[in-house]
């Protein structure tokens, strides 16, 4: 693999010292951008997902606006389900729906492990799609859902408050849950091997639900089989870890072998550092709602965040992804502010 | 007031050592219930709210079928924007809906603090008449709103994932954010002082939305109003602070003056001690969907809860409210393992 030529990303996830941290975005190639929604009134969600010259020219976007340190695949952590023959629908506004949810021990043992080669070639062909579209200028990271989070939609059938359903499994019937928990896992570890044998140069966990269980339940539930998935990676690439709400689980996640762990804005940049032992890359943390600040306001956060944090070791981003509302100029005001950021 | 007979809850907010700590449920006088699903097929939500004999039947329900510690009065947080004039809905399926949101600081200066007495002058009459019912045999508990929550729905306009129109409201209009806030407040004082004037012997405030906001947005558009209402109601009835999510905030609520802090079940016993620096009374903090399990594993789960929050300065409560869908055998099992509960 080549180094891009801005590598201040995995300089950063190596833990090495730098000029200032890296800058990116969750979900930077979205609906904030007028150029993605131009490509959006024209293709439907999974036809974006799904052709390779649209995914990659959507993924480029941001970088042509505002010059982040590091692009991320444009794609969706549903795809793996319906690499799985577990049927997936994107309603507008409404959001994920699965007409036929995961609901019964007879309904997991139904469910199979897909060749991702056969099932997924298309995000790979997307993926040197956008290598070849970055030509060397920064690095590209690809992205899975967590088990426990692909979980939830797939017995939920759509995004929920509480995901009581899929608590539900859990509890009446553990042994159904964890074979469908595995089923993932093993599919997410083909997965993003093949997404690194095609060239990204970082993976990134996303488990956006984590945060609804208790310590006890997300060891069970959620981070072991994000643990085989670091495990079996970690090698390859180096893995970020998001675990939105699991601040409590910021310990265990530092000793995985994961290369950095992103943190939503509930948890202070010091606090965060305290709670992941001090020694481990981060990345966040700022409010995505902070956006609607008027942009001197977003500058000076931004650079009380990077103090927080501290400048090596961190990977500057937001707490979770971009909303759709925010106007253009706020969020080049807070890449800017970083790129700006002078110790 | 009188002491009631069984003196437990009351007890354990003032930090008293007990035989066994006192056990009452979030949302204790709800849709889990047939007898209260026999009203709800009569009354609408807000009837069976401002119905002061329907109120005080729901009221007391749970407590003749479990015989909980704590009986907690029925009413719903949204009375208090209805009462300031903004018009709340409640819409099956869908839940919290005002037609006309507060959204700019035209309609904030618009919004009036009410005469309480006269406009929630029902809520009295519900706790009198409870009282009654009760007889004395356990305390009654009212609740209100944390500002930030009520402001939340004022300014979305129904529940949301993020609140993200209530957020922006601070973010770019705080001024108008803070003199909303502060009518909610002044309302709010003024309605939980007249509570305890009808005779309710402690008072709940829930702050359901404020792990949405950053340790810093926290304190400024939420902590700061609740510590105004603890500072107003400390010396009238002891205050027990409820902040979903809020786990960043323990510290500085312990030094309050609340006699009790509630916490959800991400925190774990050990660290909620820990956080709150180990000397104010603690409530919480039974996952909800964890009553799905069997009644066997409840009782389990339930003593190893108690022996990690200690028997004392403790109420076992779950971490939010009950669940409709939960069997009236595993709430039965939740209360009597915690009234079985042998050191």
């Not at 056969?118 to 790979?124: A, H, I, N």
């Not at 966990?205 to 970690?234: C, H, N, T």
């Amino acid at each position: 693999m080549n180094t891009p030529k801005n590598d201040l990303f995995l300089r950063a996830l190596r833990g090495e010292t730098v000029s200032r941290p890296p800058v990116w975005m969750m979900r930077q190639a979205g609906r904030y951008l007028p150029e993605f929604i131009a490509l959006r009134e024209q293709y439907d969600f999974f036809t974006r997902c799904q052709t390779p010259e649209l995914a990659s020219e959507i993924t480029v976007q941001p970088i042509r606006r505002y010059g982040m340190d590091a692009a991320i695949l444009f794609s969706d952590i549903l795809v793996v389900p319906q690499a799985m023959d577990i049927e997936v629908e994107m309603k507008p506004g409404v959001g994920p729906w699965l007409p036929n949810p995961v609901r019964t021990a007879a309904d997991v043992a139904r469910v199979g492990v897909p060749d991702v080669e056969d099932r997924l070639g298309y995000v790979m062909e997307a993926i040197r799609m956008t290598l070849d579209k970055l030509d060397g200028a920064v690095p590209l990271i690809g992205f899975a859902g967590a088990p426990w989070t692909i979980f939830c939609y797939t017995v939920q059938g759509q995004g929920s408050k509480n995901f009581d359903q899929a608590k539900a499994l859990c509890f009446t019937d553990p042994e159904a849950a964890h074979a469908l928990l595995q089923k993932i896992t093993d599919t997410t570890i083909a997965y993003l091997k093949a997404k690194v044998a095609a060239g990204v140069h970082a993976v990134q966990l996303f488990d956006s639900w984590g945060g609804m269980l208790s310590p006890g339940d997300y060891r069970e539930f959620s981070w072991q089989y994000l643990q085989q998935i670091v495990d079996a990676l970690k090698d390859l690439a180096p893995v970020i870890a998001f675990a939105k709400g699991c601040w409590f689980a910021l310990e265990e996640m530092a000793g995985s072998g994961a290369a950095a762990l992103g943190v939503d804005w509930t948890v202070s940049p010091q606090e965060a550092r305290r709670l992941s032992g001090g020694k481990i890359t981060l990345q966040g943390n700022f409010d995505p709602s902070r956006l609607l600040s008027p942009p001197q306001t977003i500058r000076a956060m931004v650079h009380e965040m990077i103090r927080g944090f501290g400048k090596d070791r961190y990977i500057a981003n937001l707490g979770h992804g971009i909303l759709p509302n925010i106007p253009l100029e706020h969020a080049g005001a807070f890449i800017k502010a970083v790129q700006e950021y002078e110790g």
